[in-house]
Nanobody
Framework: VQLQASGGGLVQTGGSLRLSCAAS????????MGWFRQAPGQEREFVAA????????SYPDSVKGRFTISRDNAENTVYLQMNSLKPEDTAVYYC????????????????WGQGTLVTVSS
């Protein structure tokens, strides 16, 4: 499956962005989808995951209550709505697809998009 992330940009503290990840190739709805991020000099960090039918969601404490992951299987797209953004949210955001089941571990995700940069100014 091929993944194409979009929607990043520059936003002020407290602002919002919505990232999109369009999938093509194999059947989209067989995958758990996740969002990860990586800031310069830091390790890749889990941001959100959603299971195949959208009924199970996970977030780390750092984004819980501010970020929302969703998916539209008819459109082969997963979204990440980001509200109340903070400077520490600045990173390249990646969408990813896992076929091994529901997981928040980046090494379980077999397919990755190219990343989209989110910059939050203070």
């Amino acid at each position: 499956v091929q993944l194409q992330a979009s929607g990043g940009g520059l936003v002020q503290t407290g602002g919002s962005l919505r990232l999109s990840c369009a999938a093509s190739g194999r059947t989209f709805n067989i995958y758990t989808m996740g969002w990860f991020r990586q800031a310069p000099g830091q390790e890749r960090e889990f941001v959100a995951a959603i299971n195949r039918n959208g009924g199970r969601l996970s977030y780390p404490d750092s984004v819980k209550g501010r970020f929302t992951i969703s998916r539209d299987n008819a459109e082969n797209t997963v979204y990440l709505q980001m509200n109340s953004l903070k400077p520490e949210d600045t990173a390249v955001y990646y969408c990813a697809a896992a076929v091994s089941g529901y997981t928040s571990d980046w090494y379980d995700y077999a397919y990755w998009g190219q990343g989209t940069l989110v910059t939050v100014s203070s």
